[in-house]
């Protein structure tokens, strides 16, 4: 199973970054069919969105196409920020109707 959760986050990945996000929906709806708890899906998600969107920047900004002015303000005020948000905890019965829609 662990293998197979593996592939299809590289998938979410690979298919987001393509066009250039960093996959944070893919990877709850992923953790969501394998029945994971919101708090992992919380966490991991935030830490792959994270880990993807800083790949992207460092590329972007080592071929000389991104600028740190034009990253910095996202990144200090979005990461603290989605960390708060995280510890926001609905009981299952809000949580997962209220992520079917914003899935949807």
Known sequence: MTAVLSLCFCV???LFASVGQAGAP???AVMGLFG???VT?????LALTT???AI???GFQRAGLLKT??????AV???PLSVAGGLVNLPPAIYRPVMTVVLL
């Open 12 to 14: 979410v990945a690979a």
């Open 26 to 28: 893919g990877y709850v």
């Open 36 to 38: 994971y708890e919101p």
């Open 41 to 45: 899906i919380k966490a991991v998600a």
């Open 51 to 53: 880990l993807v969107a």
């Open 56 to 58: 992207g920047v460092v």
């Open 69 to 74: 002015r034009d990253w910095l303000p996202f």
């Open 77 to 79: 005020l979005g990461l």
